[in-house]
């Protein structure tokens, strides 16, 4: 079941509402995004891998959003983090992979489909 905007009145918001992860999800876009998917009750993990203080702030600003340190880039740490989520918080519905990494040089448009 898909609820965009979910009412007080359609019952339980949070329990209509599946789980979001969203890597990346303590600064920049990836907290805009964390904080609108919250706004309605919906269950948000905000992940992040560099930045301790600044995902602690965000943390103490934002208690209604679970803030869990996690490497998007390591496939057991996503596991380790996907079996956590499941079994303390609920199944997942909505993964926001919004990660950067630290690598790399030179555009987007300079990349190839190689």
Do not use: C, Q
């Not at 990346?24 to 891998?49: E, M, N, Q």
């Not at 301790?52 to 208690?63: H, L, Q, S």
């Not at 340190?69 to 983090?81: E, M, N, Q, T, V």
Request: aromatic share 4%; no cysteine; charged share 25%.
């Amino acid at each position: 079941m898909i609820v965009d905007h979910a009412t007080p009145e359609s019952g339980d918001i949070s329990a209509e509402l599946g789980v979001a992860i969203v890597t990346g999800g303590t600064r920049g876009i990836g907290a805009a995004i964390s904080k609108d998917l919250a706004s309605d009750g919906r269950p948000v993990i905000a992940t992040y891998f560099h930045g301790d203080d600044e995902a602690g702030k965000f943390a103490t600003e934002n208690e209604n959003i679970t803030v869990r340190k996690s490497d998007a880039g390591d496939p057991d740490d996503a596991r380790r983090l996907g079996a956590w989520v499941k079994d303390n918080i609920g199944p997942v519905e909505v993964l926001v992979f919004n990660a950067g990494g630290r690598g790399g040089e030179g555009n987007a448009s300079d990349s190839t489909t190689d």
